[in-house]
């Protein structure tokens, strides 16, 4: 018989969603916008989708891939970066009243775990995960097990900050990892300054053509993922580091961060593999079904 879960991977611009059974094998998939922050509706748009799941799938259980720092065991969400209605919540609790088992892990550890499984890292005991999006994650596998440290807080790669040339007060705001190497930054930065509404195809189309303010910005965008990247290569020494999120499976993305480590140091290319997650997008949902199974001894 067919074990059947509800699947999520919430993310701070959208909701991916599946019904997936126990090898990760996908029966059903949507998407949608991430609700305004600050209504609750989020959870609403949760039960509503497991319940629409539950009328067409004897669904088992519901497995989260979240933003930010989570305890997995108790379900408690210390941060969440931009989904904020998530902050301070216990999410096995929100969803109780659903009667099945509910269980969640930060988006990016859920990365880490699917590349884990089933894709680039099966054979590694020791590797990073970035995941680039709204902001950047990191899943951090340490001797072979997920390194969450206090309140699953490890891996928040996105706080470190870059610069020192601000106050210091004004660094976790403006001079981060995040803040200066995450897609959504940088589209934001390209929008601003050409008063444009171009999605990151488009940007990194006109990128290949040689188009000066954005060829400008996207390399300094690289610039920033180098050396978020070396920081991380000499804090933990990986096997490897593999990149997540829509935009690493952009033309060259891997050979334009490995041009930039050469010329950091040299050193780290020999020590670590650079590369992207075998499942893209779809990671943090595959890596949510693995926790859950392994948190129910499956």
């Not at 390194?147 to 040339?165: F, I, K, Y």
């Not at 195809?201 to 070396?230: C, P, R, S, W």
């Amino acid at each position: 018989m067919t074990n059947y879960y509800s699947v999520f991977d919430i993310g701070g611009s959208s909701i991916k969603h599946s019904v997936m059974d126990e090898v990760a094998k996908v029966y059903k998939t949507t998407s949608c916008i991430t609700p305004e922050q600050g209504s609750g509706e989020l959870f609403h748009l949760l039960i509503e989708i497991i319940r629409q799941d539950q009328e067409q799938f004897p669904i088992k259980g519901v497995a989260l891939s979240v933003p930010g720092a989570i305890t997995p065991s108790s379900g408690d969400i210390h941060y969440a970066g931009s989904v904020t209605d998530l902050i301070g919540v216990n999410i096995k609790t929100r969803l109780r009243d659903l009667g099945l088992l509910v269980e969640a892990e930060n988006d990016a550890n859920c990365s880490a775990l699917a590349e884990k499984w089933q894709g680039n890292a099966k054979e590694c005991q020791n590797f990073v995960c970035l995941t680039i999006g709204t902001g950047i994650g990191g899943g951090i596998f340490l001797n072979g097990n997920i390194h969450h440290g206090v309140d699953g807080m490890a891996g928040e790669m996105g706080l470190m900050m870059l610069n020192t040339s601000l106050p210091l007060t004004r660094l976790t705001e403006e001079q981060t990892f995040s803040r200066l190497g995450s897609t959504w930054n940088l589209l934001d930065r390209i929008n601003n300054k050409m008063d444009q509404n171009l999605n990151g195809e488009q940007i990194f189309h006109l990128f290949e053509e040689g188009h000066q303010l954005i060829q400008k910005e996207v390399n300094y965008f690289f610039d920033v993922l180098a050396i978020g990247t070396a920081n991380t290569v000499h804090a933990f020494a990986p096997e490897k580091i593999l990149f997540g999120g829509g935009v690493s499976v952009q033309k060259n993305f891997v050979h334009l961060i490995k041009e930039r480590l050469e010329r950091i140091n040299p050193h780290i290319l020999q020590m670590t593999n650079i590369d992207r997650c075998q499942f893209g997008n779809q990671s943090g949902q595959i890596g949510a079904l693995y926790h859950f199974l392994k948190s129910q001894g499956k």
